[in-house]
């Protein structure tokens, strides 16, 4: 099958199969923005006059119907077509004629696929921003519930000082809070327009780029041509850091469930139906969805590397080696999102130990609340400590388990209504509703 660039010499099998990739396994996720692109394109195309009304009516009628063969899964790329781009329109000129071809003025398939890409990130960004949010009020109910029941802390992996659940589930629902505003601000940096940027150097045509802007729900246009082409690549990587900051998050949080639940910690229990078992010994229980977790969220976390490294000794411009972003860009959404979903189920029906400081070998964690307490009587906090100590080395030490923290953030008073507002304030500047109104309006 021709492609759209071929004149009157065929490119050889091999590199043919070479340069494609695995371009028509990645594209089939951006065929319905690819659409969404090209109604937009050509309503603007008609404004300009570069196509008549009665065309951009079947046009449009089409490409619909192109849209929901995608969104229902159905969108195939068949074998000979290079991309999404040369699908979608050699569908068109198929039911349409020469009209069909007529979808292609004023842009190349350079800014085509950095407008597929973006408006695929927005959309992935909006769900995953959405089972953020579902782990977080897990966290916080959790964290609310078990706001009384203490726990070791612990430093160098030694047991240190008092904590509780409440700051446990707390710490990483705050952690998802500051996650999520790293990742509205790759959302403010994937929601602007490079649609009409062309090749990297705009186009004659007189087209109307606020236009496009507007009916694609962008804030705003790369307004630079050049830049818009340098942004390939950039929008991925700043994407791929805000998820690599969420995995990181998300990893962490999976290394202590799967520290708190062995017997030597015996803190938190899972349910016995999201254990699985040993071939050999008949007792086992293991954590396995936590470890997978942290390992694909570790995995996750090399994705900015990996990007960084496809594009960091390129010039401005386009090069082929933007393609290979795709590969491990347009899946790590759904790794992510499939580890968050995961996490959330488990830590909704994860069972708290509620006595685990009636342990003796625990007493020594109350250490720093004995010195306060005499440093609080008037002993200076140097000869507290000092007396302390002593007391622990002679076997003389008698712990106080009761806990009387006060200060915003500590085991009195974990904030977490605060912490509620600061998530609800980071939601609400994502403004999906912009993005969804205006795509609706182009599809209705």
């Known amino acids: 099958m021709a492609k759209l660039w071929e004149k009157n010499i065929q490119v050889d099998a091999k590199i043919e199969a070479f340069t494609v990739g695995r371009d028509r396994e990645m594209d089939v996720f951006l065929a319905k923005y690819d659409v969404l692109g090209s109604m937009a394109h050509i309503t603007m195309l008609e404004s300009v ?28 790329i068949e074998h000979g077509v290079e991309d999404v781009h040369s699908q979608v329109e050699q569908l068109l000129t198929a039911k349409l004629g020469d009209m069909g071809k007529k979808i292609h ?3 190349s398939r350079n800014d085509q696929v950095l407008l597929d890409l973006k408006l695929f990130a927005r959309a992935e960004i909006k769900q995953t921003v959405t089972a ?9 109910s959790q964290s609310d519930k078990y706001k009384n029941i203490l726990l070791p802390g612990y430093t160098h992996l030694q047991v240190a000082m008092p904590s509780s ?19 509205l601000s790759a959302y403010k940096i994937t929601n602007r327009n490079p649609l009409g940027s062309a090749a990297g150097y705009g186009s004659s045509f007189p087209l109307n780029r606020q236009l496009t802007t507007d009916l694609l729900g962008f804030d705003s246009m790369n307004y630079n041509v050049v830049y818009a082409q340098m942004g390939r690549g950039k929008m991925e990587r700043t994407v791929a850091n805000a998820l690599s900051s969420v995995a990181a998050t998300i990893s962490k949080l999976a290394f202590d469930a799967c520290m708190f639940t062995s017997q030597n910690f ?44 496809i594009t960091n000794n390129l010039p401005s411009g386009y090069f082929r080696d933007l393609q290979i972003i795709k590969e491990v860009f347009v899946p790590a959404f ?7 979903e995961m996490t959330t189920m488990m830590m909704a029906q994860v069972e708290v130990n509620k006595n685990i400081l009636d342990e003796k070998r625990y007493d020594f964690l109350f250490s720093v609340e004995e010195v306060n307490r005499l440093t609080l009587e008037g002993m200076p906090f140097r000869d507290a400590y000092k007396k302390v100590g002593l007391d622990i080395e ?7 388990k009761n806990i009387t923290h006060t200060h915003e953030g500590s085991i009195g008073n974990l904030c977490n209504d605060q912490i509620v507002a600061y998530k609800n304030e980071v939601l609400n500047g994502f403004n999906f509703s912009t993005m969804q109104t205006a795509l609706q309006k182009l599809l209705s």
């Open 49 to 76: 006059g570069l196509l008549q009304k009665e065309e951009l009516n079947l046009l449009l009628a089409e490409l619909k119907a192109i849209y929901k063969l995608a969104d229902e899964g159905n969108f195939v």
């Open 105 to 107: 003025s004023g842009r």
């Open 132 to 140: 953020i949010d579902e782990l977080f009020e897990v966290l916080i």
């Open 165 to 183: 659940f409440g700051l446990w589930f707390g710490a990483y629902a705050e952690s998802l809070a500051d996650d999520l505003q790293t990742v």
């Open 266 to 309: 015996g803190f938190i229990k899972l349910p016995d139906q999201f254990t699985t078992g040993s071939s050999i010994m008949p007792h086992k229980k293991n954590p396995d969805v936590f470890e997978l977790t942290r390992a694909k969220c570790n995995k996750l976390q090399s994705l900015p590397q990996q990007i960084l490294l």
């Open 334 to 340: 759904a790794e992510l999102r499939d580890c968050i």
């Open 394 to 400: 002679s076997g003389n030490f008698i712990p106080d």
